[in-house]
């Protein structure tokens, strides 16, 4: 989807002579562009029908977002490395008083009780519950009811929203009121026929070559990366899965036939349960979940032992309103930023206990704080940028900025549809309508993935081997597959939300200075001065596998992005065994060497009727930066403070 945002820039000093703004005047604040994809417009809702009302107050400090971030993760900073704690974070960046105030001396004053209105925790968020009659008042709206086309559920929604004017430069987004998707993570492992290939009667260490199957031992000659030797305590790596579930059985397997030094059989992650997060079972194995979790899980463990895995299961894969999403796993991270406290919003994330008709659905508390936080955390699951939000977006983007601050490496894999997208599980790649930017079926604009368009995030494309064997070197992914929801190629381009981060902008500058394709400002953001994905790149097909007892070869940015965060795992032990700390957020300094990365020039991700983007020499929107050289990026990681 696509939404309109409307802000009022805060006036300065030097324009004092300016009327000031009227109590009683609203503002158009968001609006959604076009016809909703899925949804039918039914019938206007019932005046007294309760609403859970959620205001998002803007925070304090976020314009120097990335300056703080600069300050503690550019190689070039006398600060490189001095990361905050938690609390520094949370009070550095919470509303201002004058924005509660505001907030609240409007509610009061338009007839919401005090008493009924309650700010969350870290005072990021006001809460009350009003009827709909109050919300279309105070928001200068109306409520409708829309249907979904596919599955009959129906949900409250407007078509736009307003706020008083001198309301408005407070606060970031009320829910709900534009968004109508709660939209799935989506796995960006393409386990389908043509990207996952059963190796018959199984296969060992050296059993097959490495153009067949990629195992440890061809990792380590691509990326020269040494045998794990160390544990620091705190470095475990973290992988974070929804509502697919690892099937622990398979582990011994894969620790038998595929891991050099062998790992002991009866090692296993530390399982941590987010929101009613299950551990695979039979039922689960019959449906055909567990896949993504076997290859994320397996991937880390055979670069990174005797590291350990921290193994995040996110949800109760039983909500229909959504089956996690990111920000139930920030909720767990981040008590500041749990359901009235900073980021969930009514209609896109799930709310717990479960308030549907779900017997088996997680009835506790959603989970807000108390997880540990891992160094490095991969996730393999994406969405699509045009479906959601902006400010949704841009709050979510802050939140992994606040992770980097406080040392956390946050890696992401770009996706599997090359510049097209999927719209959600089972659907085929779609792209994105070339006026308005929305999902559009008949679109031809490309269209971007969230959160890797967050400049915060490192995003991980896929490579393939050219020929039989390391030597022969990669290109970029590519297998067109038998079908739409089929083909396989690098997620990558360019967001229509985010700016290109400085760190970036030089590799950026190039790629479309000497290599953009010509396709026009209707196909893709062709300004130049957009974020772009991803910003490296690792094998992600033929990966080997092992699911339900049976071995695979699989494909899917869900291999590459677990592969790159087991290496920089690897570098993070070294810099531990010399008295250093953590990484963090990676991106500054990837970018200002190059060099330690495998330019991969071959190859292109196809989508939304074009060849997409080529990979080209340098940074491009196919591979990124490259593959990585653990021998080149170890000495670079070891000589910063």
């Known amino acids: 989807m696509r939404f309109s945002a409307f802000v009022v820039a805060l006036a300065s000093s030097a324009t004092t002579s300016l009327a000031a703004p009227s109590p009683n005047r609203h503002v158009l604040h968001e609006k959604r562009d076009y016809k ?26 976020l314009e120097n977002a990335e300056a703080y971030i600069y300050e503690v993760a550019d190689p070039t900073s006398a600060k490189f490395g001095k990361h905050w704690t938690a609390e520094e974070v949370a009070n550095t960046f919470a509303p201002s008083t004058a924005t509660k105030n505001a907030v609240l001396k409007w509610l009061v004053d338009s007839g919401i009780e005090r008493p009924r209105i309650s700010l969350s925790k870290g005072h990021n968020w006001v809460q009350f519950d009003g009827t709909v009659e109050e919300a279309e008042r105070l928001f200068a709206t109306e409520y409708w009811h829309y249907e979904h086309v596919e599955n009959g559920g129906l949900r409250l929604a407007v078509d736009e929203y307003s706020l008083p004017e001198h309301v408005q430069k407070h606060v970031d987004f009320v829910m709900p009121t534009v968004q109508l998707d709660g939209l799935k993570p989506i796995a960006n492992t393409n386990h389908g026929r043509d990207a996952m290939a059963i190796i018959p009667g199984g296969a060992s260490l050296g059993s ?13 000659k691509l990326y020269k990366f040494p045998v794990g030797k160390t544990a620091a305590k705190g470095n475990e790596i973290g992988i974070a899965e929804w509502a697919d579930y690892l099937y622990e059985p398979d582990l011994p397997i894969f620790f038998k036939n595929f891991t050099t030094p062998q790992i002991p059989l009866d090692t296993k992650p530390e399982f941590i349960a987010i929101d009613g997060g299950l551990t695979a079972n039979l039922t689960t194995i019959a449906e055909g979940s567990g896949v993504e979790a076997a290859l994320d899980v397996q991937s880390a463990y055979s670069i990174i032992h005797p590291q350990g895995v921290r193994y995040y299961q996110v949800g109760d894969g039983i909500n229909v309103d959504s089956v996690g999403t990111f920000n139930i796993f920030l909720d767990a991270l981040d008590e500041s930023y749990c359901t009235y406290e900073g980021g969930d919003q009514p209609y896109v994330d799930p709310a717990y206990p479960d308030p549907n008709d779900n017997e088996l659905g997680y009835q506790g508390p959603l989970q807000c704080g108390g997880t540990p936080k891992s160094n490095v955390i991969s996730v393999s699951y994406g969405q699509i940028e045009g479906a959601l939000p902006e400010f949704y977006q841009v709050r979510q983007c802050h939140e992994w900025m606040k992770l980097g601050l406080q040392g956390v490496s946050v890696i992401y894999a770009s996706g599997d549809s090359g510049v097209a997208n999927r719209y959600n599980a089972g ?11 929305y999902v ?22 896929a490579t393939t081997l050219i020929g039989n064997d390391t030597e022969s070197g990669e290109r970029a992914v590519s297998q067109p597959g038998t079908g739409p929801a089929n083909a396989y190629y690098s997620g990558g381009g360019f967001s229509n939300v985010f700016a290109v981060p400085s760190y970036q902008a030089s590799a950026v500058s ?18 130049g001065k957009a974020r772009g994905f991803p910003d490296v790149a ?20 869900s291999a590459s992005a677990p592969i790159f965060a087991g290496i920089v795992t690897l570098l993070n032990e070294a810099r531990i065994a010399i008295g250093k700390g953590p990484i963090g957020f990676l991106n500054p300094t990837l970018y200002k060497h190059p060099e330690a990365f495998n330019d991969i020039t071959i190859g292109n991700n196809p989508g939304c ?20 050289n653990y021998e080149k990026l170890l000495p670079i990681f070891l000589r910063l403070p």
Request: aromatic share 10%.
């Open 36 to 61: 909703p994809h899925l949804w039918e417009k039914r019938t206007r809702a019932i005046p007294s029908q309760v609403l859970p009302i959620r205001i998002g107050l803007r925070q304090r400090n």
């Open 208 to 220: 097959l070559p490495c153009g067949s199957l990629i195992t440890i031992e061809c990792l380590r």
């Open 427 to 437: 659907y085929p790649n779609s792209c994105l309508n070339g006026d308005n930017l």
């Open 440 to 461: 559009d079926n008949n679109g031809t604009r490309f269209s971007p993935s969230f959160p890797v368009n967050c400049p915060y995030i490192t995003a991980v494309g």
């Open 510 to 527: 190039h790629f479309m200075d000497h290599y953009a394709p010509n396709y026009g400002p209707n196909v893709y953001n062709t300004s």
């Open 538 to 557: 690792a094998i992600g097909l033929k990966v080997a596998t092992v699911w339900n007892g049976s071995t695979y070869g699989v494909g899917g940015t």
């Open 609 to 628: 009727l074009t060849q997409g983007f080529n990979a080209t020499p340098g940074w491009d929107p196919v591979t990124g930066l490259g593959t990585p």
